[in-house]
């Protein structure tokens, strides 16, 4: 089966973003992973980016970009449950500075929409940029797409956008979940699909988030740990650390286990094995999840 340049497999199997037709695009040698550390999330950003290949190495002249930061909740950048705005401004910069021909920013927010992109500080972080935001709220945002080899998710309503994305790029925040472990780069797709309950009530979560893993592909994925969510996540108040750490690279599932190097999430230091759907995700190839075998180039900016 062909593979379009929007990102579908022939036959409209799967959606796998930023997949582009007849190009080799393959990951530059370097790092899987870039650790950064620092206190400013914009510079934190540009230094992991150029050290994975430079924003080029993901976004050409003319492509129409989607990205995905955690805004759902209408909580204070405090409270670190959503992307901080200013990593989000940094991605979204970055794309625009390769002349991307159009950056979206969209979410499925927990709350009412407009309400959480103001309160978390994403709609300020942007307001200066060329970059539009669409917030998903009915039926006729998703498509149903099968999930190839998808244990407990067969079949899942996607956000259409991905359909004609050229990139996708993935900005969780770091922060501690109740059911799911910890809220990093996979958990964060499930702001991408419709029926998000029937992933808390009707399958088992942490497989189906690592069934996901499958039709939703990041090119890059940017998680923000400039401060993290220990306890009472996803939606808060609850301890907050401040890794002052950007963790980023091409494996949406490398990213997640390496990410839990951060900080100790449910008061506990996690490793790959304590996060079920971290390790569903590796047993099933979709990314390395053993740290020790990660190529990981540390910075500080």
């Known amino acids: 089966m062909g593979i379009s340049r929007r990102g579908f497999l022939g036959g409209s199997v799967a959606f796998?973003?930023?997949?582009r037709s007849g190009e080799a695009f393959a990951a530059p040698p370097g790092p899987d992973i870039v650790d950064v550390s620092g206190s400013d999330p914009k510079a934190m950003v540009a230094a992991a980016v150029k050290e994975l290949g430079g924003i080029g190495a993901f976004v050409r002249p003319g492509d129409y970009v989607v990205i995905k930061p955690n805004?759902?909740?209408?909580?204070?950048?405090?409270?670190?449950?959503?992307?901080h705005p200013d990593t989000v401004a940094a991605v979204a910069k970055l794309c625009l500075d390769a002349k991307a021909k159009q950056v979206l920013v969209v979410e499925f927010p927990q709350g009412k929409g407009e309400k959480c992109l103001e309160r978390?500080?994403?709609?300020?972080?942007?307001?200066?940029?060329a970059v539009?935001?669409?917030l998903f709220s009915e039926a006729s945002d998703f498509q149903k797409v099968e999930v190839p080899g998808g244990v407990a998710l067969k079949s899942v309503d996607v956000a259409k956008v991905l359909r004609s994305a050229d990139v996708f790029i993935n900005i969780p925040t770091a922060k501690h979940h109740f059911q799911a472990g910890v809220s990093f780069g996979m958990k964060n797709h499930m702001g991408l699909i419709y029926d998000r309950q029937a992933f808390h009530t009707l399958l088992e979560l942490q497989q189906a988030v690592a069934d996901?893993?499958?039709?939703?592909?990041?090119?890059?994925?940017?998680?923000?740990g400039?401060?993290?969510?220990?306890?009472?996540?996803?939606?808060?108040?609850?301890?907050?650390?401040?890794?002052?750490?950007i963790i980023a690279?091409?494996?949406?599932?490398?990213?997640?286990?390496y990410g839990l190097t951060l900080a100790k999430f449910g008061g506990r230091d996690l490793t790959p094995a304590d996060v079920k759907h971290i390790e569903l995700a590796g047993a099933a190839g979709l990314g390395e999840i053993r740290i020790a075998k990660l190529k990981v180039k540390k910075l500080n900016a």
């Open 71 to 83: 805004a759902a909740f209408a909580n204070p950048v405090v409270w670190a449950t959503t992307t």
């Open 132 to 134: 539009k935001t669409k």
């Open 226 to 245: 400039t401060r993290a969510l220990l306890s009472n996540g996803p939606a808060g108040p609850g301890e907050t650390g401040s890794p002052g750490r």
């Open 120 to 129: 978390c500080g994403v709609a300020g972080a942007l307001a200066g940029l």
């Open 212 to 224: 996901l893993a499958r039709v939703i592909k990041p090119q890059l994925t940017v998680l923000d």
């Open 16 to 19: 796998v973003a930023a997949v």
């Open 249 to 257: 690279g091409r494996n949406v599932v490398s990213v997640d286990a």
